[in-house]
């Protein structure tokens, strides 16, 4: 019985601290990813950091510190890749939206507004 609790409580998704529905918690996903913020009704609202551990390798390592709306990152905030690249600056619907910095690992910078994800104003 002891062992079959035991595989059971594996690979479970779960709000490990805190309150992970109105509130502020910590909440840790099957593959490893981890959320420390805030909630609302359930979803990702306000302040957090999103950790990602996956087997994807254009993900596994990312992290974004920033605001969060409705469960997508939405507001200002900051995306760093496992790789060195960041970008520091407005978000809406999970892409760059608004005045952001996109600096590369080498050092090239990419600065001004942007839409869906691309520079369209450089200053």
């Known amino acids: 019985m ?9 690979g479970f998704a779960e709000c490990i601290k805190g309150d992970c529905n109105n509130g502020y918690g910590t909440y840790t996903y099957t593959n490893g990813s981890k959320y420390v913020g805030e909630y609302k009704n359930g979803k990702i609202h306000g302040q957090g950091t999103y950790t990602w551990v996956s087997g994807n390798i254009w993900l596994n390592g ?10 997508k990152i939405h507001g200002q905030g900051a995306y760093m890749w ?7 600056g407005e978000f809406k619907n999970a892409k760059r939206n608004g005045l952001g910095t996109y600096t590369f690992a080498n050092g090239t910078v990419d600065k001004g507004i942007w839409k869906n994800n691309k520079l369209i104003e450089p200053n």
Request: net charge positive; proline share 0%; glycine share 12%.
């Open 62 to 71: 990312n992290k974004y510190v920033g605001e969060y709306k409705n469960g």
């Open 2 to 10: 002891v062992l079959v609790l035991l595989w059971c409580s594996v």
């Open 82 to 88: 496992s790789n060195g690249n960041k970008y520091v």
